[in-house]
């Protein structure tokens, strides 16, 4: 059942309003703009039909509050005369759903709050829609990235650790915070190519020989083909395909150097080969943070971005990296 609050200083009008809409809602009254506000940072309101003219604080303040605390409320300001002042502070401040003039037709009134609210459950439901379809499409990610990597020697908590380095340093480059968690996401696609990479070559526990090296080096582009050419994997696409360029121009697949290679690519690639280095891999032990990020320094400007090198320092000085890394 929906949430009505009926605000009047006028207690005939409270209490008409308030018998007329009692059937079919819940109701609630306030009869000040005072009242009104208490009861706005309490309970949830779906719906608020507020007078202009009260004593305390008038309607626009009133609905303008509403459109703060409870932003998806319906808002519908009921007003006996017409102040040009106030129905501007309504429309810009408080985006009221509509303006009733006193005395109002209460068929008329009725079908409003009625079409309004029918059109805040639509609205309820495509975001429950749309809530799902993220966690579906999140988890489609995961799962599909933890059956890749069964076949490598990496493990879940690598793909884990790559997208948070990833999200901490789009964060840095001034990437949005949505965009960075999506690239995030899209960071732990990264070695999706190896899908395609012989189990003979992934799992060798010698050095690879020059032909296989070859085979190796498809799996940047193994990984674009993937991905397919859904617009919503655009990133990991990027991602994918630029992981192992460097930015001196010396990488594979297509030796791009500079800001040729996407930016997702380069912050990928960064926090890709950090967590390589601090961890332990069957062929080696795992390098102290200190060791790991001095050879990232090394190679600023030849392997990687020294822009993002730069954001990377600021992470370890302030304890971001240590901070990911414990907690995955
Ligand atoms: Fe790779
Ligand atoms: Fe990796």
Same mark, same amino acid.
């Given at each position: 059942?929906?949430?009505?609050?009926?605000?009047?200083?006028?207690?005939?009008?409270?209490a008409?309003?308030?018998? #007329?809409?009692?059937?079919?809602?819940?109701?609630?009254?306030? #009869?000040?703009?005072?009242?009104?506000?208490?009861?706005?940072?309490?309970?949830p309101?779906d719906?608020?039909?507020?007078?202009?003219r009260?004593?305390?604080?008038?309607?626009?303040?009133?609905?303008?509050?509403?459109?703060?605390?409870?932003?998806?409320?319906?808002?519908i300001?009921?007003?006996?005369?017409?102040?040009?002042?106030?129905?501007?502070t309504?429309?810009n401040?408080?985006?009221?759903?509509?303006?009733?003039?006193?005395?109002?037709?209460?068929?008329?009134?009725?079908?409003?709050?009625?079409r309004?609210?029918?059109?805040?459950?639509?609205?309820?439901?495509l975001?429950?829609a749309?809530?799902?379809?993220e966690?579906?499409?999140?988890?489609?990610v995961?799962?599909?990235?933890?059956?890749?990597?069964?076949?490598?020697?990496?493990?879940?908590?690598?793909?884990?650790?790559v997208?948070?380095?990833?999200?901490?340093?789009?964060?840095?480059?001034?990437?949005?915070?949505?965009?960075?968690?999506?690239?995030?996401?899209?960071?732990?696609?990264?070695?999706?190519?190896?899908?395609?990479?012989?189990?003979?070559?992934?799992?060798?526990?010698?050095?690879?020989?020059?032909?296989?090296?070859?085979?190796?080096?498809?799996?940047?582009?193994?990984?674009?083909?993937?991905?397919?050419?859904?617009?919503?994997?655009e990133?990991?696409?990027?991602?994918s395909?630029?992981?192992?360029?460097?930015?001196?121009?010396?990488?594979?697949?297509?030796?791009?150097?500079?800001?040729?290679?996407?930016l #997702?690519?380069?912050?990928?690639?960064?926090?890709?080969?950090?967590?390589?280095?601090?961890?332990?891999?069957?062929?080696?032990?795992?390098?102290?943070?200190?060791?790991?990020?001095?050879?990232?320094?090394?190679?600023a400007?030849?392997?990687?971005?020294?822009?993002i090198?730069?954001?990377?320092?600021?992470?370890?000085?302030?304890?971001?990296?240590?901070?990911?890394?414990?907690?995955?």
């Open positions: 059942m929906h949430t009505l609050l009926i605000v009047d200083d006028d207690a005939d009008v409270l008409t309003l308030t018998r #007329s809409f009692r059937k079919g809602y819940k109701t609630l009254s306030a #009869s000040g703009g005072a009242a009104a506000i208490t009861i706005l940072n309490e309970q309101v719906l608020i039909i507020c007078d202009q009260m004593p305390d604080i008038g309607g626009d303040q009133v609905l303008s509050h509403a459109s703060q605390v409870q932003p998806e409320s319906i808002r300001l009921l007003t006996g005369y017409t102040d040009i002042e106030s129905l501007l309504c429309v401040d408080a985006h009221i759903y509509k303006y009733v003039t006193k005395p109002w037709d209460p068929a008329e009134l009725n079908l409003s709050v009625v309004a609210l029918e059109s805040l459950d639509l609205k309820r439901e975001d429950t749309r809530d799902l379809l966690s579906a499409y999140q988890d489609a995961v799962m599909l990235c933890l059956a890749a990597e069964g076949k490598d020697q990496d493990t879940s908590s690598h793909l884990y650790r997208k948070y380095y990833t999200e901490a340093l789009a964060i840095a480059m001034d990437v949005k915070t949505k965009a960075s968690s999506h690239m995030g996401l899209m960071s732990m696609l990264h070695d999706i190519g190896k899908l395609a990479t012989p189990d003979a070559i992934l799992k060798k526990p010698d050095k690879l020989t020059a032909e296989e090296w070859v085979i190796m080096k498809k799996h940047p582009l193994a990984g674009v083909r993937i991905l397919g050419n859904n617009p919503f994997y990133l990991a696409r990027e991602i395909g630029g992981h192992h360029e460097n930015f001196d121009g010396s990488g594979y697949p297509n030796g791009l150097s500079g800001e040729a290679i996407p #997702s690519a380069r912050i990928v690639k960064l926090a890709d080969v950090f967590d390589a280095l601090t961890t332990k891999r069957p062929y080696k032990e795992p390098w102290s943070m200190a060791d790991a990020f001095a050879h990232i320094e090394s190679q400007g030849s392997a990687f971005d020294p822009i090198v730069a954001e990377f320092k600021k992470l370890y000085d302030n304890g971001t990296l240590s901070r990911i890394k414990d907690a995955h």
